[in-house]
């Protein structure tokens, strides 16, 4: 139905910088809301940042200044630019799509790891 592929994880060190990516294969990409979640091991899934249809941002309180979410409709792509990672910023990074379905509100992508570790 919806397809979301996420990329660009890797290993960092602290004060380094990645972006990722997550590419959607749904019909109606412009009005979706889009979402950066994430989780570390014995931790709760928390939102990160996300980005309405309308372009406004919510960030996790923890990233605010150091990540930045924004889309590109013409490609269906969500990115997360993430500066100055800290070791706390270790998890999985999920990408979620709210399509505003009363069946099926939202989708997920695979995960991307992202490790922060001198």
């Known amino acids: 139905q919806v397809q979301l592929v996420e990329s660009g994880g890797g290993l960092v060190q602290p004060g380094g910088s990645l972006r990722l990516s997550c590419v959607a294969s749904?019909?109606?990409?412009?009005?979706?809301?889009m979402g950066w979640y994430r989780q570390a091991p014995g931790k709760q899934r928390e939102l990160v940042a996300r980005?309405?249809?309308?372009?406004?941002?919510n960030y996790l309180d923890s990233v605010k200044g150091r990540f930045t979410i924004s889309r590109d409709n013409a490609k269906s792509t969500v990115y997360l630019q993430m500066n100055s990672l800290k070791p706390e910023d270790t998890a999985v990074y999920y990408c979620?799509?709210?399509?505003?379905?009363?069946?099926?509100?939202?989708?997920w992508g695979q995960g991307t790891q992202v490790t922060v570790s001198s």
């Open positions: 979620n799509a709210d399509i505003g379905s009363v069946v099926t509100p939202s989708y």
């Open positions: 749904g019909r109606r990409f412009s009005i979706y809301a």
């Open positions: 980005i309405t249809s309308g372009g406004s941002t």
